[in-house]
T-cell receptor, first 114, second 112 residues
Framework: GAGVSQSPSNKVTEKGKDVELRCDPI?????LYWYRQRLGQGLEFLIY????????KSGLPSDRFSAERTGESVSTLTIQRTQQEDSAVYLC????????????FGSGTRLTVV | TQLLEQSPQFLSIQEGENLTVYCNSS?????LQWYRQEPGEGPVLLVT?????EVKKLKRLTFQFGDARKDSSLHITAAQPGDTGLYLC????????????FGDGTTLTVKP
């Protein structure tokens, strides 16, 4: 596609429920990144994919968070047993190969846990 | 761990004024990017600087990469209300693999 697409754009869920966030990167972009942004704050790294493998998962906050990528395309970020502190905007970005020339970001998924 | 410090954190100015935002680190980066983010949107890439000492101009915006590739600045001339937003710098590691390190951002408000 023309840009990075994320869905849903907004998600309200009850505490304790599981959620899945989807990211469709730009076609041909081999690198894919997930970041979290709390209100008024900067970007917190979660996980990075190169192709289908994840060489850096160091930012995942707990074992409730997981992500996968299939076919060097779509990625899904799953949060199990959501907590109120998980409320944030989850941003996905992709790049042609790596970080050197910057990312193209999606518009994000705003997650609210009530 | 590579860290990037941005300053100031908040900036509120009148239309027509000039401003500079700084991005500093003790680490060396292979390149550095500047992004602008508007409410409800993801960050949008403005520029990438690669060479130490490099200066790039984008209309009223001037970006500079430090000689040692550890710091950068963004200067806006004659700011306009449309420049309002969150400005983020990001440093890329010394390998094409890996992820960028982001600063905490500068929130700029330009009042008409």
């Amino acid at each position: 596609g023309a840009g990075v697409s994320q869905s849903p754009s907004n998600k309200v869920t009850e505490k304790g429920k599981d959620v899945e966030l989807r990211c469709d990167p730009i076609s041909g972009h081999t690198a894919l990144y997930w970041y979290r942004q709390r209100l008024g704050q900067g970007l917190e790294f979660l996980i990075y994919f190169q192709g289908n493998s994840a060489p850096d998962k160091s930012g995942l906050p707990s074992d409730r968070f997981s992500a996968e990528r299939t076919g060097e395309s779509v990625s899904t970020l799953t949060i199990q047993r959501t907590q109120q502190e998980d409320s944030a905007v989850y941003l996905c970005a992709s790049s042609f190969s790596g970080a050197s020339y910057g990312y193209t970001f999606g518009s994000g998924t705003r997650l609210t846990v009530v | 761990t590579q860290l990037l410090e941005q300053s100031p954190q908040f900036l509120s100015i009148q239309e027509g004024e000039n401003l500079t935002v700084y991005c500093n680190s003790s680490s060396v980066f292979s390149s550095l990017q500047w992004y602008r983010q508007e409410p409800g949107e993801g960050p949008v890439l403005l520029v990438t600087v690669v060479t130490g000492g490099e200066v790039k101009k984008l209309k009223r915006l001037t970006f500079q990469f430090g000689d040692a590739r550890k710091d950068s600045s963004l200067h806006i001339t004659a700011a306009q209300p449309g420049d309002t937003g969150l400005y983020l710098c990001a440093g890329a590691p010394n390998t094409n693999a890996g992820k960028s390190t982001f600063g905490d951002g500068t929130t700029l408000t330009v009042k008409p």
